[in-house]
């Protein structure tokens, strides 16, 4: 995309790109993950609610 549009990017401008993309994907799983979890334990609903909404927020 960088060379379609005929820009030039920095080497470190590549790499806090490509950490904001992993942060993003893992933030993503782990939300997943935490509801999945959350959903099979047996605990108050509003601790489920707080962890979930933490969880969203992060």
């Known amino acids: 995309m960088i060379k379609l549009l005929g820009m030039e990017i920095v080497q470190s401008e590549r790499e806090g790109r490509i950490i904001i993309l992993y942060h993003s994907i893992a933030m993503a ?5 935490t509801y999945m ?3 099979l334990l ?9 962890i979930n909404a933490i969880i969203s927020v992060g």
């Open 29 to 33: 799983v782990i939300a997943i993950e």
């Open 37 to 39: 979890i959350t959903g």
């Open 42 to 50: 047996k605990m108050k609903e509003f601790f489920k609610t707080a």
